[in-house]
């Protein structure tokens, strides 16, 4: 079982910065592909940006060149950094993960997970 623990969201005026967290539970932890998702009110969650575990990324174009995702292997944490935050970047922000995991060599499974979401409000 994969368990995604997101943090960081919070209310920034616009021009600012927010760094958003997202830390796998389990000793074990490797995924095919993450990703930040987002969703406003009244709108279809979109995806913001995703990275494989090879390190390739693909950013929506309204973000591109102020957000950086990258992963640490250390910490088993998808990092989300905004920087230059718009109003219309206000939404609730998803972490997801999917991949396989073998704990053992006899043992694997296939996940595909959510975090709960974390608000993130910019005003103008």
């Known amino acids: 079982q994969v368990r995604l623990a997101e943090s960081g969201g919070g209310q920034v005026q616009a021009g600012g910065s927010l760094r958003l967290a997202c830390t796998a539970t389990?000793?074990?932890?490797?995924?095919?592909?993450m990703g930040w998702y987002r969703q406003a009110p009244g709108k279809q969650r979109e995806l913001v940006v995703g990275?494989?575990?090879?390190?390739?990324?693909e950013y929506v174009e309204s973000v591109k060149g102020r957000f950086t995702i990258s992963f640490s292997n250390r910490e088993k944490t998808l990092h989300l950094q905004m920087n230059s935050l718009k109003p219309e970047d206000t939404a609730v922000y998803y972490c997801?993960?999917?991949?396989?995991?073998?704990?053992?060599?006899?043992?694997?499974?296939?996940?595909?997970?959510w975090g709960q979401g974390t608000q993130v409000t910019v005003s103008s």
């Open positions: 997801h993960a999917e991949g396989t995991i073998a704990p053992t060599i006899e043992s694997q499974f296939n996940y595909d997970t």
């Open positions: 990275i494989t575990s090879g390190g390739n990324t």
């Open positions: 389990g000793s074990i932890f490797s995924f095919n592909t």
